[in-house]
């Protein structure tokens, strides 16, 4: 047996030269010069790859097997017959799943002891039909072909109607089939490593046939043999794990049989020991061939493949080989390309790289063989936790806390404070990420403290009293003092400090342990903020506002809140009068502090006898109310009254009583200083001008939770109102005051209408107070004091969408309280945004936190007329102002604005495209108004087409939905561009003529037969109805537009699959007649992929055939796919005199057409996104790797180029 076995080893080498010389296009470097790292010591036998009884299936030589005959025929023909009377193949028993993957591939074993070759046809078959292939295998063909031939063959078969292929396709059955064709090939080879794995047959001819389908141009061909190819790979890592712990035993049984004494040693079982080591030996010598072999001839090229998917096989698997088989593969000559893959510029690829190191890292042994690559590529892993993917910078994050157990000096602190920064992310799982790193670097228990717990009161310190000393410190230094609860989310599933009420209170409340020093004010601020989030987030088990969606509690959390709410409570109705008391007078400590009673159960007040507690925490509001001005104060004050006075509650009565107490006593003061401001002949002093507005401070905080209409206050702040339009003399901020608390009482007084049958006097009276109100605010609006006349404006916003048409529509006997703004309104409104909004900050020495605010102001009052074109108050038409200032303040106010546009077009497409051409004509109009004649090519000219583009790109792919308002729009640029007055010169061009430029750019969304409707309306609306006899410049614009109208005639048929493939391989290919194609079927081809090279095939993939249909079908991508759509899909094109509707129903029925047709490159609906050439292939949020970093011809510029033959990228499958 030995013997037999050292012969094929010496035949096996004789075909190994010629064998792997060719089994790229790209040659494997043996020492990449432009590495780091050293190229791993290849195994003795392997550098030149392994030996084949078959083709390679890479143009290497082969030598040929012989026809078999005899039993060995028979045996086969009877299979064959056995397959074709439907037994089931391999491909349907994994499929289905049903069957023992083990006993399925016994059975294939003992089928192939009998007839190996009718065992590997049927092998190879389940790879092929796994790929999607509908191909049949015969045994002749295995006979008398290559594995080239063979998969040259395959790919003629492959299916050319649809793109998809078992390993993409949804639903779980396929889902169910990747995972037991994974376990199918691992399985194969655990059944296999005691015997036929080293027949230099079996695994000689699945590694060459896998090979060589991971190099076809065929995406399905290529990512299902690179799966089962890295799968082989991990399972022979496993063999290799059992060979190398069988040698161990076997060395250590010889070793002891060996010292033995002479007399006591067995020579025999010395022997045997001895050949068994050499056998295992040299077992593990073929296993690691093998390994070496698919690792360069699979792993070296499709590690860099032009599809992320498998670009993520070949990441996954060598992590997992080198946390299996580290004395292999953790080296840096294999950790390189872990390294390089870094950089990619797929999410999912970069997020299979830092999966692949996190189990090395945890593992401490493993860790320590990484220091080099942690050296060189640690700063990218830094910048990765900045990653805009969110589950890759959670993952690098996870892996930068592992780098920081393994060595905490290797993280410099601005590496730490890049992860420090990320707890303040709006995402909840970078956060979260975020928080454990700075948990593990800064909040550490000091277990040996416990011992020099110090004592003050009797009561002992705490063990998160250094924590949260910390916690707070690092707040302040991290200046984002408005975001206390994204900071308290971060930690709050991480440390247990962050509920430890006890410890906080006594931080503010008890004096510090001797040694430790007072808290400042400002810590002692951060402090009370940093608690009332932890008691926020604890009371309702929500996220703060703005980091992702609030997720329904499961009813084990709904419990861990019931509690943590019950033990806050319980706390704080003690600590939280004694906290007011100390800092009564500081009001940003009191405004934080005023909250927490509205997360209390207000239940244990009676149940717990707390009644004592209760009236000391109302005397100490009622002193707030009566000391503070602060408006926050105010207004948290007021919300802890309407927390405490609701009516669920037994203390609410108790509690109601001395809010009247505190509003009696408030009216009083407001009617005071009321008569003492407007005492007649007297000019109000500072103090009078103080105590009322101080009281409208106070009405206005309260008017905002409680209704203080009953008070009968109303014609006191009316008079305000009144004397603020009539005179100047009141102060602005009086005025504004009076205007929020009379919208407020407007509020109330229909919040009090019963609805089902309201007072009728009630209603008339409401309805007096708001045409009054809406008079006065109307006659404020351009107040020569700014503040009033934004007040106002909010406040007209305001009540137009209360007292909107919809309030009559929910109930039709609230009808005559709908206010309807005239036109004059609306017109004030959209020239207050004009005045207000859209001007621009040249002063540069204004602070940059005074910016912040003005422009936060500013999307206020933008947002606010948004609303009332999007509810419809306001006719669309008044939009127009806002809309032409898209592109020139996109950058503050752009997301509103397109906002806007997108629910505009769902009221009504039409007036929104109408309400655009106005725009860009009322832009025209001014660069008129500014040069006379336009220059077209001004960068003002320019500016406009750009902003057009913009408006045309808002329009989406979908032309029949948007037709009609193309049309529309259209036609409103062909009626200004040609209008002319009565006395105009008919050979002279229109004065606007030029403006039919700017509407060139909604032309590649007119419908093919619409652009024959719009082009007769261009001709008929013409000066003299005739079209001008020169071509000068100054028609140029004309004509122009004329052309895009015409563009796009001819009809252009996609090239299939098989149409290509017969193009590159068959000896008599078929000529394709193209004689019913127009001209454009040229710039089609074009529009595909670069001109080959000369030499170099026509690219064929599956993936590439899809993209270029996809870029066919996107609209708007370019003239030439807008017009190859619409030749297909409406056939010969109508009449100009066809109706809208009629064409319509035509263009839908030619859709349906196409959809059938075309269903496979339009994935529910969605199409795939497509590269131009003007998009950026960087990765992630970072810069491409250093050219010293990559390997050659990969991403060497930044860019990957996958379609260009041209490029040293051109490998199959590039």
């Known amino acids: 047996m030995r013997g037999a076995r050292k012969a094929k080893s010496k035949a096996k080498v004789t075909v190994q030269g010629a064998f792997v010389e060719a089994t790229s296009d790209l040659p494997v470097p043996e020492n990449d010069s432009d590495s780091d790292f050293e190229e791993p010591m290849s195994v003795s036998g392997a550098g030149s790859g392994r030996g084949r009884k078959r083709g390679s299936g890479r143009g290497g030589s082969a030598v040929k097997r012989p026809r078999q005959t005899g039993a060995a025929a028979r045996n086969r023909k009877k299979s064959e017959d056995e397959e074709d009377s439907g037994t089931g193949s391999l491909f349907d028993v994994v499929k289905s799943g049903k069957a023992s993957l083990q006993s399925t591939v016994d059975e294939w074993i003992e089928s192939y002891k009998n007839d190996r070759d009718t065992a590997l046809v049927e092998l190879i078959q389940f790879f092929i039909q796994g790929s999607g292939c509908k191909g049949t295998i015969t045994p002749f063909m295995y006979a008398n072909q290559e594995h080239a031939e063979i998969i040259r063959k395959m790919t003629e078969e492959f299916d050319e109607d649809s793109g998809d292929y078992p390993l993409i396709m949804s639903g779980p059955n396929w889902k169910r089939f990747r995972v037991n064709f994974c376990e199918f090939v691992q399985v194969l080879v655990r059944q296999c490593q005691y015997s036929i794995i080293y027949d230099q047959y079996m695994m000689d001819n699945i590694i060459s046939l896998l090979t060589g389908l991971t190099d076809s141009q065929v995406r399905a061909f290529r990512h299902t043999s690179t799966l089962a190819a890295m799968k082989l790979m991990t399972a022979l890592v496993d063999v290799a794990l059992n060979l190398s712990i069988n040698l161990d035993n076997t060395q250590r049984q010889y070793e002891a049989e060996r010292q033995k004494q002479q007399p006591k040693r067995a020579n025999d079982r010395l022997e045997m020991l001895l050949q068994r080591r050499q056998e295992l030996e040299e077992n593990q010598a073929e296993i690691r061939n093998m390994l070496t072999y698919i690792f360069k001839g699979v792993f070296v090229h499709r590690y860099r493949d032009s599809q992320p998917e498998i670009r993520s096989i070949c990441m996954a698997e060598i992590g997992t080989w080198m946390k299996k088989y580290p004395n292999m593969f953790l080296d840096d000559g294999y950790l390189k390309y872990v390294g390089w893959t870094l950089y990619d510029k797929s999410g999912e690829v970069r997020l299979c790289c830092l999966k692949s190191l996190q189990p090395l890292y945890d593992t401490e042994e493993l860790a320590t063989k990484l220091e080099l690559f942690t050296n060189r590529f640690k700063d990218r892993i830094v910048e990765m936790t900045l ?29 730490c404070e890049n992860v420090y920064e990320l707890v303040y992310s709006s995402h909840r799982h970078v956060a979260q990420a975020a928080g454990e790193f700075l948990n593990a670097k800064l909040f550490r228990r000091d277990e040996n403290s416990t011992n020099k717990l110090k004592i003050h009161r009797g009561k002992k310190q705490s063990l998160n009293t250094p924590l949260l000393r910390d916690l707070v410190q690092f707040f302040i230094e991290s200046e984002l003092h408005e975001h206390g609860a994204y900071l308290v989310d971060s930690l709050w599933e991480i440390n247990d400090m962050m509920k430890d009420w006890e410890c906080m209170t006594d931080l503010l409340l008890e004096e510090p342990a001797k040694g430790e020093e007072y808290m400042d004010d400002k810590q002692e601020t951060s402090l009370i903020e940093i608690m009332v989030c932890c008691v926020r987030q604890a009371a309702t088990g929500e996220s703060p506002v703005g980091r992702g969606t609030s997720k329904k509690l499961t009813s084990k959390e709904n419990k861990q809140v ?61 002193e707030i109310m009566e000391k503070h001005t602060d408006s926050e104060v105010l207004e948290a004050a007021s919300k802890c009254y309407e927390s405490l006075c609701s009516e669920e509650f037994a203390i609410a009565g108790k509690c109601d009583v001395a809010r009247k107490t505190l509003i009696d006593s408030l009216i009083a003061k407001f009617k005071e200083s009321m008569h003492d401001f407007f005492a007649e002949g007297e ?126 529509e929910i109930n039709e006997v609230m009808r005559p309280l709908v206010y309807e703004p005239d036109k004059n309104l609306q017109q004030q409104l959209s020239n207050f945004l004009t005045e207000k909004v859209f001007i621009e900050d040249d002063d540069d020495d204004i602070d940059e936190n005074v910016k912040i605010e003005e422009l936060h102001k500013r999307r206020n009052f933008l947002a606010s007329f948004c609303k009332l074109v999007i509810y419809n108050i306001v006719q669309i038409r008044m939009a127009a102002d806002m809309f032409k200032h898209y592109m020139k303040f996109y950058n503050d106010y752009g997301d509103i604005i397109k906002a806007t546009l997108g629910k505009a077009r769902e009221i009504n497409k039409v007036s929104t495209a109408k309400t655009l051409a106005l725009s860009l004509t009322q832009l025209y109009k001014e660069l008129q108004m500014e040069m006379g004649a336009v220059d077209r090519s001004s960068e003002a000219f320019q500016s406009l087409k750009e902003l057009s583009r913009r408006f045309a790109l808002s329009f989406g792919l979908d032309q029949v939905k948007n037709r009609e308002a193309v049309a529309a729009m259209h036609k409103e640029g062909i009626v200004f561009s040609l209008h002319v007055d009565e006395h105009h010169d008919l050979s002279t061009p229109p004065p606007n003529l030029s403006f039919l430029e700017v509407i060139c750019e909604f032309t590649n969304k007119l419908m093919k037969q619409d652009k024959k409707v719009v082009l007769h309306y261009l001709d008929k609306h013409l000066p003299g109805g005739m079209m001008p006899q020169s071509r000068s410049e100054e028609w140029q614009s004309l004509f122009t537009y004329r052309n895009s109208l015409s563009q796009g005639d001819g009809e252009v048929h996609p090239i299939t699959l098989k149409q290509a493939t017969q193009r590159r391989y068959a000896n008599k290919r078929k000529q394709i007649d193209v004689s019913d194609h127009d001209s454009n079927m040229s710039d089609w081809v074009d529009m595909s992929v670069g001109t080959p090279a000369p030499g170099v095939p026509v690219m064929a993939s599956t993936a590439i055939k899809r993209r270029r249909m996809d870029e066919e079908s996107v609209g708007g991508a370019s003239e030439q796919s807008e017009d190859f759509q619409e030749s297909y899909i409406g056939g010969a094109p109508p009449t100009p005199h066809m109706s809208w509707m009629t064409a319509q129903k035509g263009q839908t029925g030619a859709q349906r057409h196409m959809e059938a047709a075309y269903g496979h490159y339009r994935q529910g609906g969605n199409l795939p996104p497509m590269e131009t050439e003007g998009s950026e292939a960087s990765i992630g949020d970072f810069e491409s790797p250093r050219s010293h970093v990559m390997p050659p011809g990969y991403y060497g510029d930044g860019t990957q180029n996958i379609e260009d033959p041209s490029s040293e990228m051109s490998h199959h499958g590039y």
């Not at 707390?610 to 509001?621: T, V």
């Not at 351009?782 to 503040?787: A, P, S």
């Open 387 to 415: 990653d805009k993917e969110h589950e890759v910078a959670v993952q690098a994050i996870k892996l930068v806390i592992s780098i920081l157990q393994f060595n905490e000096q290797i993280l410099a602190d601005k590496d």
């Open 683 to 808: 000019e109000p002093d500072d103090d009078e001008i103080f105590a009322l507005l101080a009281c409208l401070k106070r009405i206005e905080a309260l008017y905002s939770c409680h209704d203080l209409n009953s008070w009968d206050i109303w014609d006191d702040i009316f008079h305000i109102i009144k004397s603020g339009n009539d005179s100047q003399g009141i102060p602005e901020e009086i005025v504004c005051k009076a205007l929020a608390c009379g919208s407020q009482a407007l509020l109330w007084y229909l919040n009090k209408l019963d609805e089902a049958n309201p007072n009728k006097n009630e209603m008339k009276s409401l309805r007096k107070r708001l045409n009054d109100m809406m008079k006065y605010c109307h006659d404020l609006l351009f107040h020569q004091q700014d503040k009033v006349g934004e007040e106002a404006y909010i406040t007209i916003c305001d009540l137009l969408v209360m007292f909107s048409r919809h309030l009559g």
């Open 562 to 622: 019931l509690e943590d709410k019950t033990r806050l409570t319980e706390h704080f109705i003690a600590t939280l009068p004694q906290l007011l008391l100390k800092y009564l007078m500081d009001g940003e400590k009191v405004a934080n502090l005023l909250q927490i009673p509205q997360y209390f159960d207000l239940d244990i007040y009676t149940t717990s006898r707390q009644e004592k507690n209760l009236e000391l925490l109302l005397r100490y509001l009622h």
